[in-house]
């Protein structure tokens, strides 16, 4: 089965910030990575698939990028609402998910 | 809109058997595969398997062994069942329609399962 090893495990960032959170899966994926936002007590929501490709309706400020095993997710300008968990998922394969990041407002 | 919703107990014994129902509306069975994930209290999530929409299954090989899932599509109903349940089986399952791509995207509200005697 493929790792995808996320980090890091949390993030404190300031409102307007840019943060990165990274995936590095154990074999190539072939840019099939998504990534996943998670609010306390609700089921994740889909953000961005094949590495950058963003959902219908989710704000530009959120971005992908990556190729081979390695895989980053931006979110630009943080705002309040940004504060959730972020997962990455490889479907190259078997899916699995990353460990996720939690990203706190400072 | 497209909606699915699991059902089932709350508490399952040790060594029992789960076994879950995933409701869903606005789109057909015969179309779009379902996965189940599960997560683990304050923990990642897990992918446990798909229904495939031509009827067949994919399963975790963590899971190869005690899940089976099946459906009903004159119900749009999805069915998990999982054997031998052991404490770490407490958790939140969900299911989710697949996306573009086949990966999970519509999901259901989940449903919390405690596996406590």
């Known amino acids: 089965d493929i790792q995808m090893t996320q980090s890091p495990p949390s993030l404190s960032a300031s409102l307007g910030d840019k943060v990165t959170i990274t995936c590095q899966a154990s074999?190539?994926?072939?840019?099939?990575i998504a990534w996943y936002q998670q609010k306390p007590g609700k089921a994740p929501g889909l953000l961005i698939h094949?590495?950058?490709t963003l959902v219908s309706g989710i704000p530009s400020r959120f971005s992908g990028s990556g190729s081979g095993r390695d895989y980053s997710f931006s979110i630009s300008n943080v705002e309040s609402e940004d504060i959730a968990s972020y997962y990455c998922?490889?479907?190259?394969?078997?899916?699995?998910f990353g460990s996720g990041t939690k990203l706190e407002i400072k | 809109q497209v909606q699915l919703k699991e059902s089932g107990p709350g508490l399952v014994q040790p060594s029992q058997t789960l076994s879950l129902t995933c409701t869903v509306s606005g789109f057909s069975l015969t179309s779009y595969s379902v996965h189940w994930v599960r997560q683990h209290s304050g923990k990642s999530l897990e992918w446990m398997g798909r229904m495939w929409s031509d009827g067949d299954t994919s399963y975790n090989s963590a899971f190869t062994s005690r899940l089976s899932i099946s459906r009903d599509t004159s119900k749009s109903q999805v069915f998990l069942k999982m054997n031998s349940l052991q404490t770490e089986d407490t958790g939140t399952y969900y299911c989710?329609?697949?996306?573009?791509?086949?990966?999970?995207?519509?999901w259901g509200q989940g449903v919390m399962v405690t596996v406590s005697s």
């Open positions: 094949y590495t950058s």
């Open positions: 074999q190539n994926i072939n840019k099939y």
């Open positions: 989710a329609r697949e996306a573009s791509g086949g990966l999970p995207g519509d």
């Open positions: 998922l490889q479907y190259d394969n078997s899916p699995t």
